[in-house]
């Protein structure tokens, strides 16, 4: 019996491992997006609900059979959609290992492996971003729930200020709070606020400059019960807003600053870059995101607060089954209760880079960025923002030829980015954020990109 267990389990590991194996072999030459065939694959898994099992091995080979080719292939180095890092080999190997694992980062006694990464990956997270040591770092699913954390924390800070106990009072009666945003603040905190049961009626919207900063003329009067959210890393642009300026007048009235900076905080890791979102530091709370450019796989967002108290009285469970001595455990720190040991491939990621990989890694993307933007122009399109980080936003003349060019790469599997409206205009959007992309990836996209244009060309002659 004993045997029959470990070795279900070592056969599902083996082939998985070779599947993986497989799958990782390939991806650089894989499609882009799945062809048809592909996807008409998955058609395989619309199965009724299966009464009697099937062997370990067979479900695992119909992942690889009907589920790789119809992978977007993030991984292989030419996806320029959304903002997508890959998997660094070691945080890659490190993901396949806590599967293994199966650890609940809950508490130290859940996970004394875990909880230690945590603390460990944590500290070199701050160190590495240069933010205070005093913040505490809770790994959880993404910014968005990073966002939902930390402006959990804020609410609950001013009201405090205010003399108001929201968590003993709740909602109904408390102070009035206004949350000040940029007109262009990414959706994730629109939906953060939501969920916190903030309305729109408290959303006070400045306006950007051309770049998607905040213009500083334009922001209110600030008072104690604002938060401010600022944003390092325009989705579509790449700017960011002038902290130096903005998080110390909003300090001085008694704001909470909380910063979205999902992939533009990591510009604190490149000395060329980190002048960009120079005064970052003093804000009170920032979202970041680890499997964006710090590259680790799926799942993993950074919620930083430098009030970890207020943190910990917003996010406290205590039961007897739970109990612990020890502060700041993640079941008191965050959202989640259970949680997959996330920190461990953050760690991975980190200890396999070090500081200076990930200095070099956002150096190299902002250096192929500028080669894609300059390629792009040659090629005929009007680069339309400041390609200050890894972000590109292009258009062509034509509005009708970029459409077919941008339906004509998408399709041809050479690489993949997708399209934005900007300052009004229809436009693509690249972001560069992979490890994995090289400077020939960079070229043969542009090819891509000049082979479709001169294809349709042709065929309107
Ligand atoms: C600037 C910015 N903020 C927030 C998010 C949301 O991050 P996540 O998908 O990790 O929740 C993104 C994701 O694209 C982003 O680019």
Redesign the pocket.
Known sequence: MEDSIRDASLSAVKVASEIAYSYVSEVRNQRLFPDASALSGLQHFDQPLPAAGTDSQQVLEQLHTYGSPATVATTGGRYFG??VGGSTPAAMGANIITSAWDQIALMESSSPIANQLEKIAGRWVLELLDLPSEAFVGFV???????VSALAAARHYLCQKQGYDLAEQGLHNAPELKVVLSEEV????LKALRLLGFGRSQFIFVPCDLQGRIIESAVPEFSDNMILVL?????NSGSSDNFHTLIPKAKKAGCWVHV?????LWARASREKSALVAGIEAADSW?V?A??WLNTPYDC?MCIVRHKQVLREVMTTSAAYVETQEMWQAKDMLPEFSRRARAVEVWAAIAELGSQGIEALVDRCCLYTKMFAEGLELLGFDVLNDVVLNQVVACLPDIHLQRAMLHKVQQSGECWFGQTTWQGQEAIRLSVSSWATTEDDIQRSLKAISAAIDEIQQQAI
């Open positions: 959304l903002v699913t993404g910014t968005t729930m990073a966002h990414h959706i994730s905190v944003q390092a890393g325009n989705v979205d900076g999902a992939f533009g979202a995101d499997h964006k967002g």
